[in-house]
Every structure is written in structure tokens, then in C-alpha cells.
């Protein structure tokens, strides 16, 4: 049988694990997957556009395991009472071909990609200095709680400022933050980005409109300043003014770029990232070569650094690693389901079709039994 | 909620339509589909190979409704007990992104590859003359059955000539159709392809022999014969020999090609069809246009014609809408499960980590109730 992961059972089990330890969990999967960057098959992603969004499939594997997410995005949706983003995937056992898990990767994703955009800090964000513990959040939609708590907890961030143009997203965080009472944490929501973003050590930019936006202006900016623009994420949308990417009058990193700018796999940045507004030629550093030391993440107090995130697929390969092996701690959480006949005959796959179903729990608990009756009913006469 | 479909739903499924309807409601959707061929996005599938064997991702849209399947070919699993092909796949919504129905498609694929070998010989093979009615069967595996019910069924024919190297599986073929006791269908096990084939007007291989295989020779080849070959199927992996294609001796077709070969999708044939064997000019027509009646399917009684069958992400397409509106008619066979998140304020996913789970039944019934508990689980204190 292969193990589902609904929505109630990834809340259950970030619940039971605890967040924190949870994104950081994530975090070091992440890190182990970055390092072994060789390991993957990597491609740019299928992405099928249409007027009101898109639909894509990230698939990665490193040879022993594979695994895609299925992604939409669709800013509209939020008007008509929808996400924007949903997502879920399947890992898979490369020797056989059989899946191992299907899981929902909605919350899992707002999870991985807050983890992410740590992990990034952490090597390329001053760790001290001005600003070094403020973070401003523009952008206060679905993902912005998981950017904030993965900063606070994982990276030391005491001071959030939040501008949203749509004021009750911002109300909606603020509530959201002050309902953990997280020890230390001060909430100061703005009237503009740029208020927001004066003094921040670290500008995250997670906002979902799908146009080419200027939501970061280079007179904003400051010295130091570390940006993790996470919502500029497929052709079309953007949030940076090219202009800080080019960062005019900074001081030029020692390769004479005019910004540096990490990516986590640039053939798919290039087309989806930041970066689509920059010539093919601008150079960017691939994540992974940061995390190995062979580039810096930044190379001085002054310069302004730019984490271009979009997403990688080897991002959910470690996320749905991380949810199976939690399964062998927290199996009551997993639902078997028959998604592979399971037969005596491999060759005789018409008796399926016609004869006795396949036991539906071969390895199966009580705790299965219960779960999942209507995957295990008995053939009609 | 998402619908689910698992193994023992879809075999529900087909026996309370009864087989020969729900093939020949694939066939009629294909059809449909085929015809309307300009409406849809293609793309060749993407693949990852492994030392045994391959997993991959067949997209495809037609701006309403999106899909995709995972299958994988491991043709060293039934050695294993496993399968060779195991499948499952998705229908969404373009306009929201969101999914509408999770599905096995195990057997459905072995349905819709049966289906659609049926609906191209509709237009290729010869209807009357010397063995009009007989088809060889190389091949006795999984999928066998399939071909063999979707011929008996759709297409008349009368005597099956079967032959495998493995003479279990023609046995477990034989056995799997006699007890379905056919009205006038005569089976005839042999003991060489060869002689399975003589005097056969249909020949359909499907093999499942992950390498550049010659199950067909040119010797064996008689004038009006239809090949379905069915079994070359991905890069390295064919079953033709490659002078078969170019037919020496044989009449030209009207362009002067050596062969009048149909295919699904070119340029995914290219890569993983019998005509990989050959040059990159070798000319070959898109089924839809024979469907359509902008190219001849056989262009005399005489003429041996080949459809290159590889399976294209748009019969999956057909089937899972097929499966999908099924429900309408048979709801009680779907479960929902929680791949997406249901909630109030969609700018509030936190909220959904924290709080009060989606309700899990929105439009649920009694059966739904019952048939997934463990999908509605109680938050955790």
C-alpha cells in the first residue's frame, strides 16, 4: 500500500513534532540535499499557463528516490475564497518505479519554502549590526506567518515590520504572531513598504501579484541590507526593480557584478526568477555553491545581497523525505491507500480487474483497519 | 474535498458499467479527443531513467481540464512479483488550479492502451478478407487481456493466436479468456511468434522486454496485415525489426515512403517509438490525421500498416475525464480525502496549521462519512 499525508495529518504532525523543530528539521534536510547538489536529476519545471494561472510539475530524483509536486498558482483564486498556491507530490522508490507516499504539499510547501529562504540567510544576511535582527514581511498573504516564525525561531529575527496592501492581511499576521506570544517578538506593522522596510537587516518580499511589480525600489535600500525576495516566482512576475539588482553606486562584488544575486537552480531562474528582467549574461551564483564555500554569500558588511528564490524542486525531493521518515515515529498519521493493484501474479493483472481485490492492509494496524475502510471494500457479487 | 479513486473503486467501477461499455466509452472519449486535437497543450512526457527502468510524467490540457499520469516501466519488477507498469494520475481544474480527482490508473491504463489500439485499427486495419478476424497476440502479459477483450469486443475479432516465451503467461492468458466463456471466440496457444502470426490479420505485440527487441521479422510479415505494436514503447525499447518499417518489396504508399506507419504524437514517437530505429525524415502521420480524414489510414487490402502505439498523455486525459464523469452516475464509489486545504480566509493557510481542521465532507453522505475517518481526524489537543 502507499501512505497518504492529508492536510489534517501534516497539521497533526507539524503539531506533534512542533514547528520549530519541525522547520528545522527541514532546514537540515535541505542543507544534507544542497550539498549532494550532483546527486539530482534536475530540470526547469512543466509549467502549463493559462489566463487565470499556472499549473506545474517539479519532478527530482537522486537516484534511489524520486519525487514531483504537483503547484498551481493562481493569484485570482483569493477573490473568489481559494488559495493562490496548492500544492502535493509523491515520493517514489526508483528501483521499483512504486510510489511511496502522496502527500499534500500546500502547507508542506509554505513550510519549506520559509525554511529555505533560512538556510539562504544564514549564509549570505549579516549575523550582527544594524538591522541584523529586523526583518520587514511585505507581502502578508498565506505564506507570510511561515516566513516570520521560520525567521524568528530558526535565525534570531526579534523584529518583524509588515505592509500589505490590503490591510487586513496585515491585520490577519499580526493576530496571527501575537496569538503565539512568542517570547521577545516586536510586531510593528506599516503604512508603506518603504516604512516597513527602513532599517530592516533582512526585506522579504512574499506578495502574489502575477505581473512584473516594483514592489522594492532601489531608493529603499540600504548598505547591508539582505533581500529574500521569495514571490516573484514564474514569467511575468516579478517584485524587484531591476535597478537593485544592477545596485547602481554599491560597491561591485570582487567578480564586477553589479549585484550579487544566489539562485537555488539558474537554468529555471533564469526564466522565472528575478533575474528574467536581467540580460542572459548576469551573473548569479547557484546556491549550492555558496553552502559548499566555493562562492561567498556575501562578501562585506555593506553589500546588499539578493536571495532570487523561486522554488526548487529538490527543495520538496527533502520535504517529502523528511514527512516519510517522520512516518516510522508517527505512523498512525499515515492512511494506506490502494493507488498500486497488489496482486500474486504480476502478469495477471485482468484477475484484479476481475477477481478477489488485493488485501488492502498486507502490513496493515488496527489503526489502518479503522482508517480505511472504504479503500479495502469487499468486491461487488 | 478531492475525489479518490483507488484500485478496488475502478475495478467496481468497470464491472458495474461492464467491460465492453467502459472500453467502449474510452474509445468515444479518445475519439472525441483526438479530433479536437489542435485543443490541446502536448508535450513529449518527461522521463527519468534508471538502471531499471523509467519514471515519467505525462502532462497535457486542453484549457478546461488538466492532467497528468505518473507511470513508471520496470520490466525486471514481475521478476520480483511486482509490476512492470504501475500508474496513477490526476484531474484538475485550469481556471483554479485545483485538483478534482486523485485516480489509480493502473488498470485504467491497460483499458485505455487496449481502447486505443482498438480505435486506430478501426481505421487501419483491413475490415473483410483472410484473416480479418484473427489477431496474433505476442506477448501473454499484463496488459494481453486488454487487447484481447477490446478486439473480441469492439472490433469482432474471432481467433486469438497467442504466444509468449513464457509459457505460463499464455496459460494464465487462456485460462483469464475461457473463463470468460466468449460466444465464438476461438484461442489458439502456439509455440513460436511465427506461428502465431501466419495468416493473422491483426498482430499486436506487447511485450515488455527492455531492450531493442525483434519480435516481428520481415519474413513473418504478410501483405495487409496490421501491426499494433504495442510493447516499444521508450528510448532502447522496441519490438519491430527495422526493415519491417521500411517494407522492402511491399507497395509503396502514395508518398513513396517504405512503410505507412501511424503514430500518436511525433515527436514523442521519435524518442521512444519503433521508429527510433529509423532516420529522423522517415515519415509517419499523426493518427488525428487519419481520423480525420486528412491522410489515408491504408491505402489498399494489400498494404501492411504499422501503428507505432507508445501511449500519449491525451488518452490519459480521455480516461480520467471518463472516470471523472462516471462518478456522476456511480458517486458512492469515490472517496474524498484532504489534498487540498478547505477554509475560511484564504490568505489565513497559518490558520489552517493552527486551528480548527477543514471540514472534511462538505457535501458528504452517510457513505462518505463512513469511508474516511482517519481523513477527518480530530485535531490533536
Redesign the interface.
Known amino acids: 500500500m502507499v501512505n497518504?499525508l492529508?492536510?489534517?495529518?501534516v497539521?497533526?504532525l507539524?503539531?506533534?513534532v512542533g514547528?520549530a523543530a519541525f522547520l528545522q528539521q527541514l532546514v537540515d534536510a535541505m542543507e544534507h540535499d544542497y550539498r549532494r547538489w550532483e546527486s539530482f536529476?534536475k530540470?526547469a519545471r512543466?509549467a502549463?499557463h493559462?489566463p487565470?494561472?499556472?499549473?506545474e510539475?517539479m519532478?527530482t530524483?537522486d537516484?534511489e528516490l524520486?519525487c514531483?509536486k504537483?503547484v498551481?498558482?493562481?493569484p485570482k483564486?483569493?477573490a473568489?475564497?481559494?488559495?493562490?498556491v496548492?500544492a502535493?507530490g509523491?515520493l517514489?522508490d526508483?528501483?521499483?518505479?512504486?510510489?511511496l507516499l502522496?502527500s499534500?504539499l500546500?502547507?508542506t510547501t509554505?513550510l519549506r519554502t520559509a525554511a529555505m529562504s533560512v538556510l539562504v540567510a544564514r549564509h549570505m544576511a549579516r549575523k550582527e549590526g544594524p538591522g541584523s535582527h529586523t526583518m520587514a514581511l511585505i507581502g502578508?498573504?498565506?505564506?507570510?506567518?511561515?516566513q516570520a516564525l521560520a525567521f524568528y525561531h530558526l535565525l534570531g529575527v526579534r523584529e518583524l515590520r509588515l505592509f500589505d496592501t490590503?490591510p487586513?492581511?496585515t491585520t490577519?499576521l499580526a493576530r496571527?504572531l501575537q496569538?503565539l506570544s512568542l517570547p521577545g517578538l516586536h510586531v510593528v506593522p506599516c503604512t508603506s513598504t518603504a516604512e516597513a522596510v527602513r532599517g530592516s537587516g533582512i526585506v522579504t518580499t512574499v506578495t502574489a501579484d502575477k505581473r512584473n511589480a516594483t514592489i522594492l525600489t532601489p531608493d529603499m535600500i540600504e548598505p547591508g541590507m539582505h533581500l529574500n525576495a521569495v514571490g516573484g516566482d514564474c514569467p511575468g512576475k516579478t517584485e524587484l526593480h531591476p535597478d537593485i539588482l544592477r545596485r547602481p553606486g554599491a560597491p561591485a562584488a570582487p567578480d564586477g557584478r553589479g549585484a550579487r544575486v544566489v539562485v537555488e537552480f539558474e537554468p529555471q531562474s533564469r526564466i522565472e526568477g528575478e533575474i528574467q528582467q536581467m540580460p542572459a549574461d548576469f551573473a548569479v551564483t547557484e546556491f549550492t555553491q555558496v553552502l559548499r564555500g566555493h562562492a561567498p554569500g556575501r562578501a562585506s558588511d555593506h553589500e546588499v545581497t539578493v536571495f532570487d528564490s523561486v522554488g526548487f524542486a529538490l527543495e520538496d525531493f527533502s520535504a517529502l523525505r523528511t514527512l516519510h521518515a517522520l512516518l516510522h515515529t508517527h505512523p498512525h498519521l499515515a492512511?494506506p491507500?490502494?493507488?498500486?493493484?497488489q496482486?500474486?501474479?504480476?502478469?495477471?493483472?485482468?484477475?484484479?480487474?476481475?477477481g478477489v481485490?488485493?488485501p488492502?492492509h498486507p502490513t496493515g494496524t488496527a489503526?489502518r483497519l479503522?482508517?480505511?475502510?472504504?479503500?479495502?471494500?469487499a468486491?461487488?457479487p
Chains 1, 2 share one sequence.
Open positions: 497518504y492529508g492536510v489534517n495529518s497539521r497533526q507539524v503539531q506533534q514547528l536529476e530540470s512543466h502549463i493559462s487565470g494561472g499556472v499549473i510539475l519532478p530524483s537516484g524520486y514531483f504537483y498551481n498558482g493562481h483564486n483569493t473568489e475564497g481559494l488559495l493562490t496548492t502535493f509523491v517514489a526508483v528501483d521499483t518505479g512504486y510510489p502522496v499534500e500546500t502547507l509554505a502578508n498573504g498565506a505564506q507570510s506567518e511561515f490590503d487586513a492581511a490577519k496571527n496569538h492512511t491507500i490502494d493507488l498500486i493493484p496482486m500474486d501474479n504480476p502478469k495477471d493483472l485482468f484477475g484484479v480487474l476481475q481485490p488485493a488492502a489503526t479503522r482508517s480505511t475502510p472504504a479503500l479495502q471494500e468486491p461487488t
